[in-house]
């Protein structure tokens, strides 16, 4: 990266001292992540935020939903920044409030609201982490999903999950043995969601018709095609992919999982990874004693983590230094209350 923003970067940051902590996703850009305190996926960024309650200002170098969830767990005079606004995240955007809401009242109609638990993957916005805090749900992760369905199933017959349809299908189907036709997919631009109250009632799962636009992509061809390519390789998915490729994996885990087990892989393994390209390509340089490639060529970077580059990181920590606080990112108070409430629920899973 161009070394004369590097050498602002560093004075700036030297200039915040210990007023700022930088958070860094892990899918970040290599010239943003050199500058990160910590590292992590969202819910480790998060739980490290809450941790820092002397840190004026939280930098968070990821996409708009996690500094929410990072505002929401810190403390009112904390402030947190997004080095670019235009850091959103288009799995996040597939629910918004008026369509979860739509959605509630659907079910409502149908007789099934009652007994039904909406269950948010943390990749959602403060909005919908309202709404299901509002409405007796819980959180969850890519680690804890299971977890969090065997929760909601206790508390209800049914589960709404928002807003990866994937995350959810992968895990009813694949951990807890539930059968495809035990799950509908409910679509926010159609009447009803695309379904009848039959249907609705007799869906054990409601999935929300939302996807990851990068792992989404991920196909059964990509896993085949790498398995001709390399033989013998291990295909290591995360569960946002979609189902065949999912069940084709040799294994599958969160972004923290991943690393981990590239980490403990034997030296000359091959690895096929199918996850966000900023991450492969620093496993792949991390590990030069064994084999890890991106699972296909054709699907790209997270072009919206992406937005956030040098540039953007430079005017950001200069600013801050100068006391200026641009892009901050506040969730308002009902709505952090209610978030909350379901992000403490998670926290509270067995
Ligand atoms: O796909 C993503 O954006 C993930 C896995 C985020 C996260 O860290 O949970
Ligand atoms: Fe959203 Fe997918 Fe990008 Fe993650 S990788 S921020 S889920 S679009």
Request: contains cysteine; proline residues 4%.
């Amino acid at each position: 990266s161009d070394p004369d923003l590097v050498a602002r970067a560093r004075a700036a940051r030297d200039r915040l001292g210990d007023r700022a902590f930088v958070l860094g996703h892990h899918y970040q850009r290599d010239e943003v992540i050199q500058f990160a305190d910590v590292t992590g996926d969202s819910f480790k960024l998060a739980q490290q935020a809450a941790a820092r309650p002397d840190a004026e200002y939280i930098v968070f170098c990821g996409v708009h939903f996690m500094a929410e969830s990072a505002d929401i767990l810190t403390t009112d005079h904390q402030k947190v920044v997004l080095p670019d606004l235009a850091a959103g995240c288009s799995m996040a955007d597939m629910a918004t409030h008026e369509q979860v809401e739509e959605c509630w009242e659907t079910l409502a109609e149908a007789g099934v609201a009652d007994t039904t638990v909406p269950v948010s993957y943390m990749n959602s916005s403060a909005d919908i982490k309202a709404f299901t805090g509002r409405h007796g749900g819980t959180v969850c992760t890519s680690s804890n999903a299971k977890r969090a369905l065997e929760w909601a199933f206790e508390q209800g017959e049914k589960v709404l999950f928002l807003p990866d349809q994937h995350l959810g299908r992968n895990t009813a189907v694949l951990e807890m043995g539930l059968s495809l036709d035990d799950c509908v997919v409910y679509n926010p631009h159609r009447p009803n969601g695309g379904l009848t109250h039959q249907q609705l009632r007799d869906a054990t799962m409601i999935l929300w018709r939302g996807h990851c636009s990068v792992h989404g992509r991920f196909s059964l061809d990509s896993v085949n095609d790498v398995r001709e390519r390399i033989p013998g390789v291990n295909v290591l998915v995360h569960p946002e992919c979609r189902h065949e490729v999912v069940s084709a994996a040799d294994v599958v885990g969160s972004t923290e999982k991943i690393i981990k087990v590239l980490e403990e892989a034997p030296a000359g393994s091959a690895w096929a990874v199918g996850t966000e390209l900023n991450l492969v390509r620093r496993l792949a340089d991390r590990h030069p004693d064994k084999e890890i490639v991106f699972l296909d060529k054709t699907v790209c970077f997270c072009s919206t983590m992406n937005r956030i580059d040098l540039p953007h990181l430079v005017r950001t920590l200069e600013s801050l230094a100068d006391g200026q606080v641009l892009n901050r990112i506040t969730v308002d108070p009902e709505t952090e209350h209610l978030a909350k409430l379901a992000l403490d629920q998670m926290l509270r899973l067995p």
